[in-house]
């Protein structure tokens, strides 16, 4: 069975350039923004380490900087560190 | 090339927008009822406001050779409160029979309330009653995982929802998956921080397909981009996809989607799918 990804791929009509070679610099600067703002957040807000926001960032930084085990599944990891649980049982709380 | 923008707030923005978006190649666009920044007080409130949705844009659109649809309710932040929701939801039928609306929307929720999901129930339940598609909205940033999951609860279990009717929209990498996997269609809006960004939306396309999947601006009063379908168009042809891909993507998914209401007339000609 194709795959839906394998489908949408054979719509390309050229030879896509190499990813790595299209996003280095834009992933480059990503990083520095990012280090640029925690640098800044550090300088700025000596309260930073206690913040559960400044924890899910880490978790996010961790993710993102995995080698292995998660290819092609970074972004939606990361948007799980930054989300609430969901509960299947909310429909019992809110007797709906 | 000529697109759909399936989710747009033209009601905030200029005339100056229509003729941008006209020269962009938008042949149509549909405007969900939305918050308009404050809540308002009265059922006349959103009476003068489903008027403005159903009267003045469609001409203001059509002065720029664009269609203009629209989806009646009230939006998932003002449904908190359930008495005014419920005023709303029982005059919402006298505009049902207006040319340009194409069913029940953007319902959904906000903060995953009670009485928000009450309020989207009694909204499912008059879209289910008149046969209408639905567009939902989800949640933002950290509400989306939850809220999401929570619509899709209500939406398997509701008697007489047809999935294929339904596009649940701000999907993102934690929510698209689920669904597309309920066989409902999916929407991405390309919005500047607490959404999508176009090479996302591309990345999302081309892990899960290109059916049942539209992307949108989600233009309106805030920090947003009307011209974002356009920018979505520019980042497949800067991967390499074809003309015809793209169109897939932009014009033909949205039309089979908005086909299914009995208002949606864009004619073939228009959009160059008939000779």
Same mark, same amino acid.
């Given at each position: 069975?194709?795959?839906?990804?394998?489908?949408?791929?054979g719509?390309?009509?050229?030879?896509?350039?190499?990813?790595?070679?299209?996003?280095?610099?834009?992933?480059?600067?990503?990083?520095?923004?990012?280090?640029?703002?925690?640098?800044?957040?550090?300088?700025?807000?000596?309260?930073?380490?206690?913040?559960?926001?400044?924890?899910?960032?880490?978790?996010?930084?961790?993710?993102?900087?995995?080698?292995?085990?998660?290819?092609?599944?970074?972004?939606?990891?990361?948007?799980?560190?930054?989300?609430?649980?969901?509960?299947?049982?909310?429909?019992?709380?809110?007797?709906? | 090339?000529?697109?759909?923008?399936?989710?747009?707030?033209?009601?905030?923005?200029?005339?100056?927008?229509?003729?941008?978006?006209?020269?962009?190649?938008?042949?149509?666009?549909?405007?969900?009822?939305?918050?308009?920044?404050?809540?308002?007080?009265?059922?006349?409130g959103?009476?003068?406001?489903? /008027?403005?949705?159903?009267?003045?844009?469609?001409?203001?659109?059509?002065?720029?050779?664009?269609?203009?649809?629209?989806?009646?309710?009230? #939006?998932?932040?003002?449904?908190? #409160?359930?008495?005014?929701?419920?005023?709303?939801?029982?005059?919402?039928?006298?505009?049902?029979?207006?040319?340009?609306?194409?069913?029940?929307?953007?319902?959904?929720?906000?903060? #995953?309330?009670?009485?928000?999901?009450?309020?989207?129930?009694?909204?499912?339940?008059?879209?289910?009653?008149?046969?209408?598609?639905?567009?939902?909205?989800?949640?933002h940033?950290?509400?989306?995982?939850?809220?999401?999951?929570?619509?899709?609860d209500?939406?398997?279990?509701?008697?007489?929802?047809?999935?294929?009717?339904?596009l649940?929209?701000?999907?993102?990498?934690?929510?698209?998956?689920?669904?597309?996997?309920?066989?409902?269609?999916a929407?991405?809006?390309?919005?500047?921080?607490?959404?999508?960004?176009?090479?996302?939306?591309?990345?999302?396309?081309?892990?899960?397909?290109?059916?049942?999947?539209?992307?949108?601006?989600?233009?309106?009063?805030?920090?947003? /981009?009307?011209?974002?379908?356009?920018?979505?168009?520019?980042?497949?042809?800067? /991967?390499?996809?074809?003309?015809?891909?793209?169109?897939?993507?932009?014009?033909?998914?949205?039309?089979?989607?908005?086909?299914?209401?009995?208002?949606? /007339?864009?004619?073939?000609?228009?959009?160059?799918l008939?000779?």
């Amino acid at each position: 069975m194709v795959s839906p990804q394998e489908t949408f791929s054979g719509a390309k009509i050229k030879p896509e350039t190499p990813v790595l070679d299209r996003e280095f610099l834009e992933i480059r600067a990503l990083i520095l923004q990012l280090a640029a703002a925690l640098d800044r957040v550090d300088r700025n807000d000596k309260t930073s380490n206690d913040d559960l926001r400044m924890e899910r960032i880490c978790a996010g930084l961790k993710v993102v900087a995995e080698r292995d085990g998660a290819i092609g599944d970074r972004a939606a990891k990361v948007q799980l560190i930054f989300s609430h649980p969901y509960d299947a049982h909310w429909r019992t709380q809110f007797e709906l | 090339m000529y697109y759909i923008d399936p989710h747009i707030h033209m009601v905030s923005r200029t005339t100056d927008d229509y003729e941008t978006l006209a020269k962009m190649g938008c042949v149509a666009l549909s405007e969900p009822a939305f918050w308009a920044g404050f809540d308002r007080g009265t059922v006349h409130g959103f009476r003068d406001y489903f /008027r403005q949705l159903t009267e003045i844009e469609p001409r203001r659109a059509a002065s720029y050779g664009i269609q203009h649809y629209t989806w009646l309710c009230i #939006n998932a932040k003002e449904a908190e #409160n359930v008495q005014l929701s419920r005023q709303v939801i029982e005059m919402i039928p006298e505009f049902l029979s207006a040319t340009n609306v194409l069913g029940i929307g953007e319902i959904g929720l906000n903060k #995953n309330t009670k009485n928000e999901a009450t309020v989207f129930l009694e909204h499912v339940q008059l879209a289910v009653d008149h046969q209408l598609p639905i567009l939902i909205h989800t949640p933002h940033l950290e509400d989306k995982y939850q809220g999401t999951r929570m619509i899709l609860d209500m939406l398997r279990d509701f008697t007489g929802v047809i999935p294929g009717k339904v596009l649940v929209d701000h999907t993102e990498e934690h929510t698209i998956e689920a669904v597309l996997a309920g066989g409902f269609w999916a929407g991405m809006t390309l919005y500047p921080v607490s959404k999508c960004t176009p090479a996302r939306a591309v990345d999302m396309i081309e892990r899960y397909g290109h059916d049942r999947i539209c992307v949108n601006s989600a233009g309106d009063w805030g920090p947003s /981009r009307p011209t974002a379908v356009p920018d979505l168009i520019l980042e497949m042809r800067r /991967r390499g996809y074809s003309e015809f891909a793209i169109k897939k993507i932009v014009l033909d998914n949205p039309l089979e989607f908005f086909q299914q209401s009995p208002n949606f /007339r864009v004619p073939p000609q228009r959009i160059g799918l008939a000779s």
